[in-house]
């Protein structure tokens, strides 16, 4: 009989201690996380752009380009429901790009006019600082899906202006200067939008960094569409690419 109060009681100890632990980490899964995260970016520019106000180049058209840059800022992560979460972030975020176009002219090689290529090249250096807001959709396998926008606001717009003869690549000058290079210009890009809008979507996986679970990583990829022009009344987009780390934390039940 005494055994049998004994089982009883520790049978009784244990549904209390799995019950109590469910309730601590259904409380724990209430609590809001905040965070920092930095995110490695790729910029794919597009345009249609035959000149820019303020800078003098005779390119015939800039159809796009390429660059690097990067994301850094902090996040709230506030619970909705079992499976979805309200996700919203303060972010840097530069867009840099490099759009090129090339054009035949004519260079002097060993003093005799031959006919090369030329590039138009403009380096632009774009950064803003913007709001995210998104919606978390958390799958039974761990993998959470991102979906929502940023809206950010610019906040260094410049360039880097040079025309470079790209064929032959080693030889020829041109013609007015007897250089390789020649009407460099700098400055800040005018007509900026001072404003960026941009759809987003993303998936990130959360991994518990203590036993507590209080602390998280999160490894993270994500794809941002700028829908408005980088310059006002021209045609120039960005697709950014981005792909890095979250760091999160909760505090403890």
Known sequence: MKIYVVLTCLLLSFAYVDT???????????????????????????????????????CPKY????????????????????????QFRASYMLTDGLLSDEEDVNVIIDGVSQTGKFEHLLDAKLSS?????????????????LAGARFGFMAVGNYDYI??????????????NGQRTRNPSDGDIQDLAAIEISPMIGV???????????????????????????ISGNSWNVHTFRAGLALKYRQPA
């Open 204 to 230: 990130s996986y959360e991994l518990p960094a203590n036993k507590d679970r209080t602390l998280f990583i999160a490894p993270e990829l994500s794809y941002l569409y700028r829908i408005n022009s980088i």
């Open 20 to 58: 109590y632990a469910e309730e601590v980490q259904d409380s724990l899964e209430l609590k809001p996380k905040f965070g920092v995260f930095a995110n490695f970016n790729i910029n794919l520019h597009t345009a249609d752009i035959t000149e820019f106000p303020g800078i003098l180049t005779c």
């Open 163 to 176: 025309e470079e003869i790209s064929q032959p690549e080693t030889r020829g000058t041109f013609e007015e």
């Open 63 to 86: 159809t796009g380009g390429f660059g690097l840059g990067y994301t850094i800022g902090a996040l709230y992560d506030m619970y909705y429901s079992e499976r979805i979460r309200l």
């Open 129 to 145: 600082l913007g709001l995210e807001s998104l919606i978390a959709y958390k799958f039974d396998n761990g993998i959470t899906a």
